[in-house]
Nanobody, 126 residues
Framework: QVQLVESGGGTVQPGGSLRLSCVAS????????IGWFRRAPGKEREAVACIETRNFPARYRDSVRGRFTISVDKPKNTVFLQMNSLKPEDTAVYHC???????????????????WGQGTQVTVSS
């Protein structure tokens, strides 16, 4: 059974950092697509970053590129999202999601992912 469990959210001041974790079970991260998505109140869900774990390049939305980094720890079957220089507009519930690998770059369309974690709240506020 595929499961994803996120953690690491919290409240930070603008300019601060958080590292989100997504622990996977029921499948191996050796061959997978993992996406991080977020949804802020009153807004549509949006892709933040994604990675196809067979050393394909990661993808980032423009507003987080250079501040966020997605990485994979395969022995721990965990995906991380390191978030630096956080801004109030980064406030949202963050979810990780899984899709089977297909030899292509990861997808930014949430409809391509079929397993989701429960989410973790990130609040950036002074």
């Amino acid at each position: 059974q595929v499961q994803l469990v996120e953690s690491g959210g919290g409240t930070v001041q603008p300019g601060g950092s958080l590292r989100l974790s997504c622990v996977a079970s029921g499948f191996s991260l050796n061959v997978a697509k993992i996406g991080w998505f977020r949804r802020a109140p009153g807004k549509e869900r949006e892709a933040v970053a994604c990675i196809e774990t067979r050393n394909f390049p990661a993808r980032y939305r423009d507003s987080v590129r250079g501040r966020f980094t997605i990485s994979v720890d395969k022995p721990k079957n965990t995906v991380f999202l390191q978030m630096n220089s956080l801004k109030p507009e980064d406030t949202a519930v963050y979810h990780c999601a899984y899709a089977p690998a297909d030899g292509l770059l990861c997808d930014v369309d949430p409809r391509e992912y079929d397993r989701w974690g429960q989410g973790t709240q990130v609040t950036v506020s002074s």
